[in-house]
């Protein structure tokens, strides 16, 4: 099992960033391909990005490149998700989510999300 747990979300401004956080802990966090998902009131949870193993292959949802930046520090078990520009559309829960690699049509873990609001 693994344990996934988000933090970093708010209410912030268009324009401004916010960086979340997920800590990992249970099984080897290098074991797995790290993801964060986003579910916007009313619209199905889509991808937003993930990262390999040990970082050195990331891929993102085309709207959010050059925006956003995922990373991971295996020393510390955590996946980070560096958010800059923020847009009134980027309102969502965001999750975090492990699984076999970076293009896992299925995640194996997922934490309980958190708020990320933005204002225009």
């Known amino acids: 099992q693994v344990q996934l747990v988000e933090s970093g979300g708010g209410l912030v401004q268009a324009g401004g960033s916010l960086r979340l956080s997920c800590a990992a802990s249970?099984?080897?966090?290098?074991?797995?391909?790290m993801g964060w998902f986003r579910q916007a009131p009313g619209k199905e949870r889509e991808f937003v990005t993930a990262?390999?193993?040990?970082?050195?292959?990331?891929y993102y949802l085309d709207s959010v490149k050059g925006r956003f930046t995922i990373s991971r520090d295996n020393a510390v078990n955590t996946v980070y998700l560096q958010i800059d520009s923020l847009k009134p559309e980027d309102t969502a829960v965001y999750y975090c989510?492990?699984?076999?690699?970076?293009?896992?049509?299925?995640?194996?873990?997922w934490g309980q999300g958190t708020q990320v609001t933005v204002s225009s």
């Open positions: 989510a492990a699984g076999p690699s970076i293009r896992s049509k299925s995640w194996d873990y």
């Open positions: 249970g099984r080897t966090f290098s074991n797995y391909a």
């Open positions: 990262i390999s193993r040990y970082g050195s292959t990331t």
